[in-house]
T-cell receptor
Framework: AQKITQTQPGMFVQEKEAVTLDCTYDTSDPSYGLFWYKQPSSGEMIFLIYQGSYDQQNATEGRYSLNFQKARKSANLVISASQLGDSAMYFCAMREGSNYQLIWGAGTKLIIKP | AAGVIQSPRHLIKEKRETATLKCYPIPRHDTVYWYQQGPGQDPQFLISFYEKMQSDKGSIPDRFSAQQFSDYHSELNMSSLELGDSALYFC??????????????FGPGTRLTVL
């Protein structure tokens, strides 16, 4: 079974609109961390935001926020006031317990239209 | 702020050749990770090192080996290269801290092409 599921292969969004990228996860470990990364067409992998399983509040980093619904096992990324530079591939990833590796979703390709 | 450094950025090899990828983590980071990302795919974890000891192992082929040196830089050695090894290879680093996020920060990647 997939541990990280991103159901949106691609999305088109008008500039300045808010966008929500979906991510659901599957783990039986009570301790885990969820990460979102951005990968522009140039290839680098840029860390955006982190949510820990024990965090009481949703994480926020500038225009990025994470809608963390633990009971539903979802960790959706919300980008407010989208910009042309937000066009990229977005990956959701999870780290379980004391494991070192990140488990990745298939990614969502976001295209911002002017 | 200093980032993860990877060299070379691009590498072209023939089948059956060997390749060595280098990674210099962010200063004071003690953990290094290697990932392989094929075209149009998500990254696949290969191996990680914490304080110069292997800490986790993923889908790393037996033809590949890696180590972390005393100065914390790491090298990924790849032998008997195959066409399927063509990919973007990322190194990431983090600072292990109890109760911390251990966020992995990625280097720019090495794009390996095997002909």
């Amino acid at each position: 079974a997939q541990k990280i599921t991103q159901t949106q292969p691609g999305m088109f969004v008008q500039e300045k609109e808010a966008v929500t990228l979906d991510c659901t996860y599957d783990t039986s470990d009570p301790s885990y961390g969820l990460f979102w990364y951005k990968q522009p067409s140039s290839g680098e992998m840029i860390f955006l935001i982190y949510q820990g399983s024990y965090d009481q509040q949703n994480a926020t980093e500038g225009r990025y926020s994470l809608n963390f619904q633990k009971a539903r096992k979802s960790a959706n990324l919300v980008i407010s006031a989208s910009q042309l530079g937000d066009s990229a591939m977005y990956f959701c990833a999870m780290r379980e317990g004391s494991n070192y590796q990140l488990i990745w979703g298939a990614g969502t390709k976001l295209i911002i239209k002017p | 702020a200093a980032g993860v450094i990877q060299s070379p950025r691009h590498l072209i090899k023939e089948k059956r050749e060997t390749a060595t990828l280098k990674c210099y983590p962010i200063p004071r980071h003690d953990t290094v990770y290697w990932y392989q990302q094929g075209p149009g795919q998500d990254p696949q974890f290969l191996i990680s090192f914490y304080e110069k000891m292997q800490s986790d192992k993923g889908s790393i082929p037996d033809r590949f080996s890696a180590q972390q040196f005393s100065d914390y830089h790491s090298e990924l050695n790849m032998s008997s290269l195959e066409l399927g090894d063509s990919a973007l290879y990322f190194c990431a680093s983090s600072f292990a801290s109890s109760g911390g996020t251990d966020t992995q920060y990625f280097g720019p990647g090495t794009r390996l092409t095997v002909l």
